[in-house]
């Protein structure tokens, strides 16, 4: 179509100035959910009292893509916040995605006993010289951990537990969820950006 057929029908211009509009702007935010980041709200109790239901996350997908450029399998740090697709997803059944605490990191030994977590690997071996994983989190979680638990999480997963961890208000690595595959993590929680009240940095 040439500028002179635009001058007489200026409303298809227009028209076609919208739709390119309207694709860049969806184009652009699939691209900034798949590398960028992406929000998630908190459903459930698990995560209390460090988040609630209604909390609005925004998880940082830049962790995870520098890694996959670099041809690597992205690890998140011990005690970090992620959000995973759940392994055992199943349509109108289960929560798609969930947020849990990192504690075991592939290969490590992870000891449930007596309400605390030990964790064991090359640098602390066991079974004397293990340390718990949540005395770097700034008193998260602040409650006892049940249950009993002795296993060695497998290569390329992660053991998960959420904060609120008595009795079964966490579906989590202790009790039925099992171990994550590092391939559905996907990435950390940056920050909570609602309640407004209570913005956090993770």
Request: glycine share 10%; aromatic share 12%; net charge neutral.
């Amino acid at each position: 179509m040439d500028s002179n057929f635009f001058r007489r029908y200026p409303i298809i211009k227009d028209v076609i100035g919208i739709i390119i509009f309207v694709a860049c702007v969806a184009i652009g935010t699939l691209l900034i959910n798949t590398f960028v980041f992406r929000s998630f709200s908190v459903v459930g109790p698990s995560m209390q009292t460090t988040m609630y239901t209604g909390d609005r996350l925004i998880v940082n997908r830049l962790a995870v893509t520098w890694a996959q450029l670099q041809n690597k399998t992205y690890i998140p740090e011990r005690g970090q916040i992620i959000v995973f697709k759940n392994p055992l997803f199943t349509t109108g059944v289960s929560d798609e995605f969930i947020v849990k605490r990192v504690i075991g990191l592939p290969g490590e030994r992870v000891v449930l006993k007596d309400g605390s977590y030990t964790v064991f690997n090359n640098e602390h071996p066991y079974p004397n010289n293990g340390f718990n994983p949540d005395d770097a989190n700034n008193g998260e979680p602040g409650s006892p951990t049940s249950g009993v638990i002795d296993e060695v999480v497998p290569a390329d997963e992660l053991f998960v537990s959420g904060d609120h961890r008595q009795g079964q208000y966490s579906f989590d690595s202790r009790n039925g969820l099992g171990t994550i595959p590092l391939y559905d993590v996907v990435g950390p929680v940056g920050i909570r950006i609602f309640p407004f009240d209570k913005i956090r940095i993770f």
